[in-house]
């Protein structure tokens, strides 16, 4: 959930804010540190993946346990870290943090019981008498690397997933992040079993060694230029990759839907931890009648949520470094703010701000914006708001306000994008029963729910043949010496058919043979009085 951060694994030289020294947590009654070099670190998951202790369901459970005590039991210093590296007021760290995580956490307690149970699919008529299974293998030792813009709950949310799947996991919280990433740091290896799983703190140096050596799964979450490397890293070994990048998704607004209550959801998802969120609304498409009713309401619900001097409000995130302060101000001179504009540069903090006469060559519209500046592109269609999209690269997120069936349904048919939230922004992220991901330069894979088990989890196909008189008499008619009678024959057996299934098929032959003895012992009976 996080862009401008493409320094994380480019040479040290542009990468200095948050930088320090890496070091493996071994943790008992006090905190101390010991450094130990990576291929150690791996060499420690790996045998215990290998020795079979992270696969049972009890060891699965009782990590995911420990990982909501610590959320608990270490909240105040999960809130005071946020605090200290973005500002984070506690209701946001609550709603954008803890939330998500313990809600994801509960969800995979009460479900993977029957998660963890292979599958068994349809059998087909050359298949009936075989044991047809889907086994959920875990893939071994996972690299999890999370963002700097929810520091805990883009790492820990995919290890909810890792942990269920039966892996053993090397964590690597965002240097930009470095309070977040002591709290990780110091209270992982005392919550979770120290075997299975190990931080790595540091910066580019750390990052790219890690990088150079053989994982079994790695999932990313940052920009789109860093998971390129990321991706080309893990194609040197065939590592398998989830990418969960970003992009500009668009939000697109006609004059259908209550003006007041659009906007106030548009301008919160956009200001939600200052815009720096990968799904926040990047850019407004909408006609320039429909521009004005919004501004009109903007300018009143700005100030409703925080009040009329931003720097003073406790309600808005800091913008993280002085680098993207001067990144996103540079922004808003070079175009007109129609709401705000304003920034402190010692706090770090940007006013709420809205620029109109935006084009489409404009430098805001080049990259994802990650702070509280909505442009607005004015368009007299929906339908030329959809081409717009379009002609750009595909979104994580797309958001529609419209109460029109038939605009819905041309955004929901005639676009790519990660998600789409009809009416709202950001929420479709708190519904477990939808998986989060991208498509194309946003992301690949998905997680969250069900969906992060899986992604977790080799799905490794079983069949079950007996090999007694019977089993081989059902597989005679494959060997040689071929002929056309077998030929045939097997065409018919292999067949995929429509209409009733097998388990159909099945429960009525058992019925017929219920039936047929029965009929049976009713004539046997009668035969005996006879």
Known sequence: MTRVDSELILP????????????????????????RPVEEVLESARNAFKSGKTRPLKFRTEQLKALERFLVECEDEIGKALYEDLRKHRQEMTMGELVLLMHDLRH???????????????????????????YNDPYGVVLIMGAWNYPFMLLLGPLIGAIAGGNCVILKPSELAPQSAKVIAKHIPRYLDKACFHVVTGGVDETTELLKNRFDYIFFTGSTNVGKIVHQAAAKFLTPTTLELGGKSPVYLDDSVDMMKATRRILWGKCFNAGQTCISPDYLLCSKETEEKFLACARQIVTQFYGEDVKVTPHLSKILTERHYNRLMAFIQSSNAAIGG??????????????????????????????PILPIITVNSAQEAVDFINKREKPLALYVFSKRKNVQD?????????????????????????????VGSSGMGSYHGKQGFDTFTHK????????????????????PPYSNFKANLLSFALKKRRGISFRVV?????????????????????????
């Open 12 to 35: 040290a030289a542009k990468q200095t804010e948050g930088h320090y020294n890496p070091v493996i947590v071994d943790v008992d009654d006090e905190p101390k540190r010991e450094e």
């Open 108 to 134: 995979t307690l009460f479900e993977l019981p029957r998660w963890i149970k292979p599958a068994s699919p349809e059998r087909r008529l050359i298949n009936l008498l075989d044991g047809v299974h889907v």
């Open 342 to 371: 304003a920034g402190d540069p010692r706090e770090r903090i940007i006013s709420p701000t809205v620029l109109t006469g935006v084009k489409a060559e404009d430098s805001v519209m080049q990259e994802e914006i990650f702070g």
């Open 410 to 438: 041309l955004f929901l048919n005639g676009t790519s994008s990660g998600a789409v939230t009809i009416n709202d922004t950001i929420m479709h992220i708190l519904t477990e029963g939808l998986p989060f991901g991208g």
């Open 460 to 479: 490794k196909s079983v069949l079950v043949r007996g090999i007694g008189m019977i089993g081989e008499v059902s597989v005679m008619v494959r060997y």
């Open 506 to 530: 099945k429960t009525l032959l058992v019925f017929g043979l219920g039936v047929g003895f029965a009929y049976g012992l009713q004539y046997l009976c009668k035969k005996g009085e006879e």
